[in-house]
């Protein structure tokens, strides 16, 4: 990382395209066409914003755990004070609900886009079962490479987002 503000893969592929060729390497091979998927409602692509997940780390942790797997033991997170989201960003929560979700190939369903303020923000206090039947499925069939994320909520920031006084945390020794 480079200097103190977290910002979007389109922005950091125009001030940096080394570093955003080593970003873009999680979507190689099969997910290169989340690069041009659309989120709606707010009218940018999805390498426009940064996504942060609503929930503690440590309970995709415990959910790979209960699945069966055995998830690397170190793996950091920010945990950011919504006092350092600019005003000027915008926020929304993709929902990303298994019954409206149709494949990484699909679009975006505008129900499943929901714009927030950042006080109105509540973190989630436990992991979709969906997300938990996803990581069985993939480890009984043997798949050690598989989304960490599928399922649970995103939260979007369209904007540039300050860690200087972000915590970081180990999913694997934080306590919630």
Not at 23 to 32: E, G, H, T
Not at 79 to 85: A, D, G, M, Q
């Amino acid at each position: 990382m480079i200097g103190t503000k977290l910002k979007t893969l389109n922005e950091i592929k125009k001030t940096n395209p080394e570093l955003h060729e080593l970003y873009i390497d999680k979507y190689k091979p099969n997910r290169l066409m989340l690069l041009e998927r659309r989120i709606p409602k707010l009218d940018c692509l999805w390498n426009d914003v940064i996504h942060f997940l609503p929930i503690h780390p440590k309970l995709v942790y415990n959910g790979l755990v209960e699945a069966g797997a055995k998830p690397g033991v170190h793996r950091f997170f920010y945990k950011i004070p919504l006092s350092t989201i600019s005003s000027e960003a915008s926020i929304a929560l993709y929902k990303y609900s298994k019954d409206k979700f149709k494949g990484i190939n699909d679009e975006v369903d505008n129900s499943e886009i929901e714009l927030l303020e950042a006080q109105g923000y509540r973190e989630l206090k436990q992991l979709p079962l969906e997300t938990i039947d996803y990581y069985k499925i993939q480890i009984s069939s043997g798949n050690k490479f598989f989304g960490l994320y599928h399922f649970v909520p995103h939260v979007f920031i369209k904007g540039e987002v300050d860690v200087e006084h972000a915590e970081i945390i180990d999913w694997n020794e934080q306590e919630i």
